[in-house]
């Protein structure tokens, strides 16, 4: 469809191209050809009479004009996305849609097998994108470009709509070896002993855990940061260092590994994990149907 002149895919190119800044990468996350997004740039630079990305070393780096368009699209874009996504009946039977999830590989390992086997036999054609936690999805739910973001509650984004998925404990773990769990932990042993934590994405936030236990004020010795909870239990065998895990996820290793868990020797907060979706997207049915599958027990 063309208005003045413009054709109106091409600034769905131009937003991804301002947003990734690579020429590959949008045309990628546009299911695209290099060559033609190439074209597409070509011919938005005509439309525009406006350089929009200039290359710099391995990257384009876009011009104000270009970061000022994107400024104006973007909630353009998300109304479109959303008005056509409220106006398509959705029939699990027949749907080949494809959801966007925001989860940890926590989430992967306890949740996920729990409701695959049920939306694989109500939804056959459906697919799932999972993608790990990180600043960047938070600003794709922001956008609309996520469907779904399972995190904690402290960790979701204001302003859009959530639901409890689960609460949570945190439990000590270590190897089944390990001779401080070998009795009831103290919480002296717990704060000498040397640590396994979990740090989250590029800019290594910190977990739920590592988050409520700064608060607390237990100060203890990290040998090992990991950047994923799931790796945490291999790096605790053959070792006498300890880690703070989410409960679900001990009880799956411990019948896996040579891991033993043991209550916290301190009071800790139980944590919310949340299920959240952006606000445009409160009536649509696909959304509704998969956040009742997610809700398994």
């Given amino acids: 469809m063309r208005f003045k002149g413009l054709d109106l895919n091409l600034l769905v ?17 546009l299911n695209l050809s290099q060559p033609a997004m ?12 406006e350089p929009l990305l200039v290359p710099q070393g391995r990257r384009m780096i876009p011009t104000a004009a270009a970061l000022s368009l994107q400024q104006e699209l973007q909630p353009i874009l998300a109304d479109l996305d959303a008005l056509i996504t409220q106006s398509t009946a959705f029939d699990p039977a027949t749907s080949r849609r494809c ?23 109500a939804a056959p054609g459906i697919s799932l994108d999972i993608v790990p936690p990180s600043e960047q999805a938070q600003i794709d739910l922001e956008r609309g470009e996520l469907d779904i973001l399972l995190t904690p509650e402290e960790h979701c984004v204001a302003g859009h709509p959530t639901n409890l998925l689960f609460e949570e404990q945190h439990v000590i773990v270590g190897w089944s070896g390990n001779p401080l ?22 800019t290594n936030r910190a977990s739920f855990a590592e988050t409520q236990l700064d608060q607390l004020g237990q100060r ?15 790096l605790l065998v053959g070792t006498d260092r300890l880690a703070v895990m989410h409960k679900r996820l001990a009880v799956m290793m411990a019948g896996r590994m040579a891991i033993a ?30 956040i009742r599958q997610l809700h398994y027990d």
């Avoid at 139980?270 to 445009?280: L, S, V, W």
């Fill in 13 to 29: 190119a131009l937003n991804m191209l301002v947003e990734v800044r690579s020429v590959s990468r949008a045309a990628e996350r």
């Fill in 38 to 49: 190439s074209a597409a740039l070509a011919r938005l630079r005509e439309y525009f009479k």
């Fill in 99 to 121: 959801f966007r999830i925001c989860a940890s590989d926590y989430l992967v390992a306890v949740l996920f097998p729990q409701v695959i086997p049920a939306i694989q036999a």
């Fill in 181 to 202: 769990l070998q009795a009831p932990l103290s919480e002296e042993a717990f704060r000498d002993a040397g640590h396994v934590a979990v740090r989250i994405g590029l």
């Fill in 220 to 234: 203890r010795r990290i040998e090992i940061s990991a950047a994923s909870f799931t790796s945490v239990p291999d």
């Fill in 261 to 290: 868990w043991q209550n916290m020797p301190f009071a800790f907060p139980i944590m919310r994990q949340m299920i959240q979706f952006n606000r445009a997207r409160a009536d649509d049915a696909g959304l509704i149907w998969l």
